[in-house]
């Protein structure tokens, strides 16, 4: 996926200012910035959910759907927001399925639906019963849904935004443990965090978007903790200079 040129605006602020970001597959995007920077415009933009006033979306070098096409955005990335997005009176197959329920004979195929959750579930590591209603779930066990909602997709875009916000210590390695896996299958991922230290744990690269402008990306092996908060806050009226790649 890649981002060109992005620019968005909200009456008089200027939300972005041609940002440039690519996804690539098998590697994990650390997204930061200070609140306001413009992370959720982006991630929104990047979602579906918002147009650009200029740039342009692609996917393998073709243009993104229309705005409005849930169906054929969600086929190509999908979004595991801060607040939990499942339908708390669905069960965890038909929260996987959402939208697009497999059908026979005109009817929905409840279960070839539970077979193929089940096997989206076996194949990924994950103990979520598909018949359990998403009502009685933890907060990670809603999380893991939305994650097996975009691989029963096809979906080889992920976008993780505050991922841990709402997680214990065990279930945050546990989200990792899945981050490493979706990459090493090829997935490509942005992780939107705060927590620095997260970003250098997880991520391979780091984009930092300050005032609305990308003004740095780099592999994370090559920043400071100190660097990368210095390109977050900047230099008192000037742009920090950093490394890029």
Not at 148 to 161: F, S
Not at 192 to 218: K, M, N, P, W, Y
Request: glycine content about 10%; charged content about 20%.
């Amino acid at each position: 996926m890649q981002a060109t040129g992005i620019r968005k605006q909200f009456g008089s602020t200027q939300a972005l200012r041609g940002v440039d970001i690519t996804l690539w597959p098998g590697r994990c995007l650390g997204l930061v910035g200070r609140n306001g920077a413009g992370k959720s415009t982006l991630v929104s933009i990047l979602s579906g959910i918002y147009a650009a006033d200029a740039g342009t979306v692609t996917f393998d070098g073709q243009p993104a759907p229309p705005l409005g096409a849930v169906g054929a955005w969600r086929d190509k990335i999908a979004t595991v927001f801060q607040h939990s997005m499942v339908v708390p009176g669905l069960t965890v197959a038909e929260n996987v399925f959402l939208g697009r329920q497999p059908r026979r004979a005109g009817l929905v195929d409840w279960r070839r639906m539970r077979t193929e959750t089940r096997a989206v579930m076996s194949e990924w590591g994950y103990q979520v019963d598909a018949n359990a209603p998403c009502e009685r779930l933890t907060v990670e066990q809603r999380q893991i849904v939305e994650i097996a909602r975009a691989l029963a997709a096809g979906t080889r875009c992920l976008l993780l935004d505050e991922p841990t916000a709402a997680l214990e210590r065990g279930a945050i390695r546990r989200l990792f443990e899945r981050v490493r896996q979706l990459t090493a299958a090829g997935v490509a991922v942005l992780y939107i965090s705060h927590h620095l230290e997260e970003v250098f744990d997880i991520c391979q690269d780091v984009a930092v978007v300050r005032d609305g402008e990308l003004v740095l990306t780099s592999p994370c092996a090559e920043l400071s903790r100190e660097q990368l908060v210095t390109a977050m806050v900047g230099p008192a009226g000037q742009q920090a200079v950093l490394p890029t790649s």
